[in-house]
């Protein structure tokens, strides 16, 4: 019965328990990986974006 009366009280929390998930640094996506931002993993398309992104980056300099 406490239970019952607990929720009639505060009602019933359908969110997330626990603590906020911490923020390691980790990196979730290649596309984000220094290798794949400078080219040096190999691919001409990825050395190409890299040149590309060299330009836009030194474009207002």
């Known amino acids: 019965m406490d239970d019952f009366q607990n929720i009639l009280e505060h009602g019933i929390n359908f969110g997330r328990?626990?603590?906020?998930p911490k923020d390691d640094?980790?990196?979730?996506?290649k596309a984000k990986k220094k290798q794949y931002i400078t080219g040096a993993h190999g691919s001409g398309s990825a050395r190409q974006k890299a040149k590309y992104r060299e330009q836009?980056?030194?474009?207002?300099?």
């Open 17 to 20: 328990g626990g603590d906020k």
């Open 25 to 29: 640094g980790k990196v979730k996506t």
């Open 56 to 61: 836009r980056a030194n474009r207002h300099k």
